[in-house]
């Protein structure tokens, strides 16, 4: 399974535009990018997966290039309630496999 | 329609005993796997089961076992606790038709 490089931690005040770069050199033909957000003490929670391009939903968009080596989560005007742990995995659609890695995420604070 | 539920919330047990932790899918989810996180770290892959029959194994020693029954519910077994079996101890549900898996909140043990 692919390894994926994220930053440990990220600062962001309310209303900015936050992105999150996962670095993903070996990715695999056939995997998909996805993206979890996980609140302390609470299950993670799936927020978008893609495979290629650029993919948007509610909640955030991910921009994947041609190469597919990176990926960036955009989450638009972020709030105090966007404060939570982002983890970037790579692998097959989180809904045809029940093993999923995780790394150490990315913890978002988000400032008043 | 319920989502994922895990049993009980938080436990408290002494070195050398046993646990159980309990877990039902989301209704029509037949697969189930179970996570270990402690504090500071992703989750780390225990077991996936799928139609009741071990899909999949995490880097875990044979203290830790699972069952998946008849109605998909399924069963974490920790024998002969250790200090460092302390953690949040996840189960995610998924299916093939879905493109996430679903975790539900997490069983806190605390091992003294």
């Known amino acids: 399974l692919a390894k994926t490089t994220q930053p440990i931690s990220m600062d962001s005040y309310e209303g900015q535009e936050v992105n999150i770069t996962c670095s993903h050199n070996?990715?695999?033909?056939?995997?998909?990018i996805t993206w979890y957000q996980q609140f302390p003490s609470q299950g993670p929670r799936f927020i978008i997966q893609?495979?290629?391009t650029k993919v948007t939903n509610e909640v955030a968009s991910l921009f994947i290039p041609a190469d597919r080596k990176s990926s960036t989560l955009s989450l638009p005007r972020v709030s105090l309630s966007d404060t939570a742990v982002y983890y970037c995995l790579v692998g097959a659609r989180s809904g045809n496999t029940g093993k999923l890695i995780f790394g150490q995420g990315t913890t978002l604070q988000v400032k008043p | 329609d319920a989502g994922v539920t895990q049993s009980p919330t938080h436990l408290i047990k002494t070195r050398g005993q046993h646990v159980t932790l309990r877990c039902s899918p989301i209704s029509g989810h037949k697969s189930v796997s179970w996570y270990q996180q402690v504090l500071g770290q992703g989750p780390q892959f225990i077991f996936q089961y799928y139609e009741k029959e071990e899909r999949g194994r995490g880097n875990f020693p044979d203290r830790f076992s699972a069952r998946q029954f008849p109605n998909y519910s399924s069963e974490l077994n920790v024998n002969a606790l250790l200090l460092g079996d302390s953690a949040l101890y996840l189960c995610?549900?998924?299916?093939?038709?879905?493109?996430?898996?679903?975790f539900g909140q997490g069983t806190r043990l605390t091992v003294v």
């Open positions: 995610a549900s998924s299916s093939p038709g879905y493109t996430e898996a679903f």
């Open positions: 893609g495979y290629k």
């Open positions: 070996n990715i695999a033909t056939n995997d998909y």
